[in-house]
């Protein structure tokens, strides 16, 4: 996943520079801000990934926090959007860190990481919509809004993939404790 990440990135930077500086009609310009925005979705979200991972490193966090904790009527959202009938078929970063194999405590740290990781990207999302003010054509405002409510949401997923998982995690976890007593 993270070289098809960079790969995208790059691609979409060489399109965006090529397009912006060798061409003046306005639809080359249109190529070179889709991609650009593209080329910034994923670059912004690789760099938030490695950046969250290393200002948390060697730290636990506390999955019965505010913050990460599941709220009241949160199951019910899932259920009804039959999350755990499809969410095995979502893409995962880095497959290493949901390995059971380190331990639940470890998946469970993981997944309150990748919660924070994806709720700053939806965030992030939207700070397109401040480059196309800065362009200052209001035809592209609207663009660039649809596309960062659209990145957005893709984020929610993940978000709702991680606060739908927790609570299972940590069941399992406080149960193989009581076992092992």
């Known amino acids: ?11 979409t930077f060489v399109i965006a520079a090529v397009f912006y500086c ?3 009609t306005k639809w ?5 801000i889709t991609a650009s925005t593209v080329c910034y979705h994923f670059v912004m979200r690789l760099i938030v990934g490695y950046m969250v991972k290393f ?30 009938k499809w969410k095995n078929r979502v ?5 290493d860190e949901f390995d059971i194999k380190n331990g ?3 998946v469970i740290n993981s997944s309150c990481r990748a919660e924070i990781v994806h709720e700053i990207i939806m965030a992030l999302s939207f700070l397109p919509l401040v480059v196309s003010l800065l362009l200052g054509d209001t035809s592209d405002f609207v663009v660039f809004l649809l ?9 929610l997923v993940f ?3 991680q606060r739908y998982n927790r609570p299972r995690l940590i069941a399992a976890l406080e149960f193989s404790k009581r076992k092992k007593l």
Not at 91 to 95: A, D, G, I, V
Request: proline share 1%; hydrophobic share 45%; with cysteine.
């Open 1 to 11: 996943m993270k070289a098809k990440m960079l790969i995208v990135s790059g691609v």
């Open 147 to 155: 596309t960062s409510i659209f990145s957005a949401l893709i984020d």
């Open 159 to 161: 978000v709702m993939l």
């Open 104 to 106: 639940l405590e470890h």
């Open 28 to 32: 080359c310009f249109a190529i070179a």
């Open 22 to 24: 060798f061409y003046a």
């Open 55 to 84: 200002l948390s490193k060697n730290k636990s966090f506390n999955c019965n926090s505010f913050w990460l904790r599941q709220k009241k009527g949160e199951g019910k959202i899932y259920k009804f959007l039959c999350i755990g």
């Open 91 to 95: 893409p995962t970063f880095n497959t």
